[in-house]
Nanobody
Framework: QMQLVESGGGLVQPGGSLKLSCVAS????????MGWYRQAPGKQRELVAT???????DYSISVKGRFTISRDNAKNNISLQMNTLKPEDTAVYYC???????????????WGQGTQVTVSS
């Protein structure tokens, strides 16, 4: 069982920046893909960005060009740098391990508890 703990959320003005961090309780070196998701009030949880073990990234259209996902396998950490934040980015942001194989090693789906990001003046 892997635990994920997010941090770095908070209140920021429109146009500002925040950096979210997600630390895993175990090694992420053999986890093929990890990602950030978000859920705004009254809306479904949605994908924000993913990153593979090889560093390939994918972003939702709404954040592409503003957000950057990264991972540090040595520190069992993934991050989300969020720039030019907009009020519509307000949501609870979750870290997740994507279910799947890396070679013979299988990883289940795990979620963090979430961190609140509020973009408001």
């Amino acid at each position: 069982q892997m635990q994920l703990v997010e941090s770095g959320g908070g209140l920021v003005q429109p146009g500002g920046s925040l950096k979210l961090s997600c630390v895993a309780s175990g090694s992420i070196a053999n986890i093929y893909k990890m990602g950030w998701y978000r859920q705004a009030p009254g809306k479904q949880r949605e994908l924000v960005a993913t990153i593979t073990i090889g560093g390939n990234t994918d972003y939702s259209i709404s954040v592409k060009g503003r957000f950057t996902i990264s991972r540090d396998n040595a520190k069992n950490n993934i991050s989300l740098q969020m720039n030019t934040l907009k009020p519509e980015d307000t949501a609870v942001y979750y870290c997740k391990t994507e279910r799947g194989f890396y070679g013979p090693i299988f990883t289940g789906e795990y979620w963090g508890q979430g961190t609140q990001v509020t973009v408001s003046s």
